[in-house]
């Protein structure tokens, strides 16, 4: 039974409540983030972009993937990626500390363990067995 004044969402209004959800982040460096959930559509449209050589390297999608979820960098925002030239500039641009704060950002809120959200399954499948982070989709380079 429904509480007085309350209606439940119904599953089109959760799927778009979520598409528009956003988490804050600040990197190593000191840059605010802002980093959107990844929903299906957009991890279609960055699949179609890297084209079926990518199909097989799932670092190269996992990086994507976590470049293509950031949405603003320092309250300038982040254009939608259409190329693989704009994709290669957003991770130049984000580097390894932009990269890891998205990918960290993105394991505690849209995993599929913390969330219930298939976009973490995808994001972790997409970086390989038992990686949830950047980090573990490419060497560890400590900080002298």
Do not use: W
Not at 57 to 77: R, T, Y
Request: hydrophobic fraction near 40%.
């Amino acid at each position: 039974m429904q509480e007085a004044g309350f209606e439940a969402e119904t599953p089109s209004q959760v799927v778009l409540r979520r598409a528009g959800e956003v988490i804050s982040v600040t990197d190593r460096l000191g840059r605010r983030l802002k980093v959107r959930r990844i929903g299906a559509l957009a991890r279609y449209d960055l699949l179609r972009l890297l084209g079926p050589d990518a199909a097989g390297h799932a670092d190269l999608i996992g990086l994507a993937l976590v470049a293509q979820s950031v949405c603003e960098i320092d309250s300038e925002p982040v254009a939608p990626l259409r190329t693989e030239r704009e994709l290669r500039a957003l991770i130049q641009r984000l580097d390894d500390e932009g990269l890891d704060a998205a990918s960290a950002a993105h394991e505690a809120n849209f995993n599929s363990h913390s969330a219930g959200g298939a976009e973490g399954e995808a994001l972790g499948e997409s970086l390989g067995a038992g990686g949830s982070s950047v980090s573990s989709a490419r060497p560890n380079y400590a900080d002298p």
